[in-house]
């Protein structure tokens, strides 16, 4: 079964830094692309970064380029997103998912989510 | 821009069918924007329920299906029941990446 738990959340001073972690299980990790994914409270959801199976494509929404940056360690099963300059407006639950591909992409697995707020 | 575009409410009886919709703001949605749909119950993380237009995902009960229906993206629910009070987004892939629409949300009463 298919286990993907993110950590790191918690309360950050506006432009401050923050670091989310994805641990992730039951699946074949170094093979899958994976992503953020974020929903401000009570709002939808918006994609955030995806990140390819090694690592060496990563894609950005327009509104976190250059203050978020994804990464992963294939060996420790680990999905990272190191938010730098936060702003209030990337206060949210941000959840880990995993990319599959069938004849396109979609969001197979979820994990429960890590509440970031930004506030003074 | 392109905006993806969903129903912001909807009801149903119990029992009842309802049809939910993804469109854009401008043109038709096909195969080729890949619609999926996603459910999310208040407090809960995302569960996937459709991709590829009308596959379902492991475990979801065969009432939820994906369809095109005239040029939008269509999520049907069949004997809707009280624990599919939720809301359903939809994600479409455009050139700029995956898209999510505005969620609907559905009430069962």
């Known amino acids: 079964e298919v286990h993907l738990v993110e950590s790191g959340g918690g309360l950050v001073q506006p432009g401050g830094s923050l670091r989310l972690s994805c641990a992730a299980s039951?699946?074949?990790?170094?093979?899958?692309?994976m992503t953020w994914v974020r929903q401000a409270p009570g709002k939808g959801l918006q994609w955030v970064a995806n990140?390819?199976?090694?690592?060496?494509?990563?894609y950005y929404v327009d509104s976190v380029k250059g203050r978020f940056t994804i990464s992963r360690d294939n060996a420790k099963n680990s999905l990272y997103l190191q938010m730098n300059n936060l702003r209030a407006e990337d206060t949210a639950v941000y959840y880990c998912?995993?990319?599959?591909?069938?004849?396109?992409?979609?969001?197979?697995?979820w994990g429960q989510g890590t509440l970031v707020t930004v506030s003074s | 821009q392109t905006v993806v575009t969903q129903e912001p409410s909807f009801s149903v009886s119990p029992g009842g069918t309802v049809t939910l919709t993804c469109g854009l703001t401008?043109?038709?949605?096909?195969?080729?924007?890949?619609p999926s749909w996603y459910q999310q119950t208040p407090g809960q993380a995302p569960r996937t329920l459709i991709y590829?237009?009308?596959s379902r995902s492991s475990g979801v009960p065969d009432r939820f299906s994906g369809s095109i229906l005239g040029n939008k993206a269509a999520l049907t629910i069949t004997g809707a029941q009280a624990d599919d009070e939720s809301a359903y987004y939809c994600?479409?892939?455009?050139?700029?990446?995956?898209?999510f629409g505005g969620g609907t949300k559905l009430t069962v009463l």
């Open positions: 998912a995993r990319l599959l591909f069938n004849t396109g992409w979609y969001w197979g697995s």
């Open positions: 039951g699946f074949t990790f170094i093979n899958s692309w």
């Open positions: 990140i390819k199976h090694d690592g060496t494509e990563k």
């Open positions: 401008s043109g038709s949605v096909s195969s080729i924007h890949n």
């Open positions: 590829s237009t009308n």
């Open positions: 994600v479409l892939y455009m050139g700029s990446g995956m898209v």
